[in-house]
């Protein structure tokens, strides 16, 4: 299981992997963002702008259009690259609760 720090450090590692300000795939995305730690008990709350995911908090909020629920072990190889989205999403290993839309277009920025 991996630490609380790990996975703010996945989360920034995540955050960078997406696609940046300009990029055509995250031209007009405009959202707010969760991810459930399942193991930790710890919610990561952001906000996904142009490719940008900033705002990154653990404090309450209302709920976000892309939510992940996943443990921490899995949000750290996802931010590695060693778990790829789609078929962690479809294994049920994360859970990701979003409109169709935005699941297709987090799935190319990823």
Excluded: N, Q, Y
């Amino acid at each position: 299981m991996a630490s609380a720090d790990e996975c703010r450090t996945a989360i920034a590692k995540l955050a960078a992997r997406l696609a940046g300000p300009g990029d055509t795939r995250a031209e007009g995305l405009d959202r707010a963002v969760s991810a459930e730690v399942t193991d930790l008990g710890v919610v990561f709350r952001g906000h996904l702008h142009d490719g940008v995911l900033d705002d990154i908090t653990t404090d309450d909020g209302p709920a976000a259009d892309i939510r992940l629920v996943l443990s921490s072990d899995d949000l750290v190889l996802l931010a590695s690259g060693e778990l790829s989205l789609g078929p962690a999403w479809l294994s049920g290993r994360v859970k990701l609760k979003a409109s169709l839309g935005d699941m297709l277009r987090l799935r190319t920025m990823l």
